[in-house]
């Protein structure tokens, strides 16, 4: 599929990707702009989910055409790239532990907060502006920052 250097340059790259993004998060969130970092902070999570699917695509090896299929397939999914980034952080076991269909909710709901952090809808009838808590940020930044750590001693 790809050669080991490719590999751990854009593991490389999407980590680096993901550092600059909680950089910038950290940004807007000091300004008051807690929605928006919130967004950054999940794409942030998301770019880490990438780099945990390229990473371990060396141990599928370049032959395996159904791992080719699902990677392909999924590296673009923002659900699954969430899914990826929490199941590594439960098999680190960062203070936290839960089950497959645990993490598929949660992974589901994250990407559904992200992007009401984004945009203005109308729902029953009246107006959804994009409003995410602090402390929503704040936890979100907790485990992506931990992710963080753990992807740099990789």
């Known amino acids: 599929m790809y ?6 340059s854009v593991v ?12 910038e ?3 807007l969130a000091i300004n008051n702009r807690i929605e928006r970092a919130y967004f950054l902070t ?3 999570v998301e770019e880490m989910g990438k780099a945990t ?7 599928y090896g370049e032959d ?8 392909n397939k999924f590296k673009t999914k923002h659900t699954f790239k969430i899914f990826k980034s929490i199941i590594l952080a439960n098999h680190l076991k960062m203070d936290f532990s839960l089950d497959f269909s645990q993490i598929e909710i949660l992974s589901k709901n994250i990407d559904n907060i992200k ?6 809808d109308i729902k029953d009838g009246e107006i959804v502006l994009p ?22 001693n990789f």
């Open 115 to 120: 992007m009401s952090s984004l945009y203005v």
């Open 42 to 44: 999940v794409i942030a």
């Open 53 to 59: 699917m390229y990473y371990n695509s060396v141990q």
């Open 25 to 27: 998060a950290k940004i």
């Open 3 to 8: 050669d080991l250097n490719m590999i751990s």
């Open 12 to 23: 490389k790259a999407s980590v680096q990707n993901a550092y600059n993004l909680l950089e």
């Open 131 to 152: 409003v995410i808590s602090s402390d929503d940020f704040e936890k979100m930044f907790e485990f992506a920052s931990m992710l963080m750590c753990k992807h740099l």
């Open 64 to 71: 395996n055409n159904l791992f080719k299929n699902k990677f």
